[in-house]
């Protein structure tokens, strides 16, 4: 069993910042890419960054410059260090990797989500 789970959501001002977490657990032998994805409210999900476990980011055009992806491989750990947050901002978080798991195959995983708010 892998499990992924976000923290770090909630309610900002416009303008304020955030940091999400992702923590990896369970039957790992090794982690890919890791992605954070958003979803709006009444949108589909989208890729927000995404990073290798090289260190390889890229971060979406609508986020560049106030977004920061990094990682924590020998905690197996995601960040998302979000600045200057725009109610544009305002959706579910969710957080991606690909995974091989001890004695399995490579599939990606998903986690339940945070809410991150940001009032106008």
């Known amino acids: 069993q892998v499990q992924l789970v976000e923290s770090g959501g909630g309610l900002v001002q416009a303008g304020g910042s955030l940091t999400l977490s992702c923590a990896a657990s369970?039957?790992?032998?090794?982690?890919?890419?890791m992605a954070w994805y958003r979803q709006p409210p009444g949108k589909q999900r989208e890729l927000v960054a995404r990073?290798?476990?090289?260190?390889?980011?890229y971060v979406a055009d609508s986020v560049k410059g106030r977004f920061t992806i990094s990682r924590d491989n020998a905690k197996n750990t995601l960040f998302l260090q979000m600045n200057s947050l725009k109610p544009e901002d305002t959706g579910v978080y969710y957080c991606?990797?690909?995974?091989?798991?001890?004695?399995?195959?490579?599939?990606?995983?998903w986690g339940q989500g945070t809410a991150v708010t940001v009032s106008s």
């Open positions: 991606k990797a690909a995974i091989t798991r001890l004695f399995g195959g490579l599939n990606d995983y």
């Open positions: 369970g039957n790992i032998f090794s982690i890919n890419t």
């Open positions: 990073c290798t476990n090289a260190g390889s980011t």
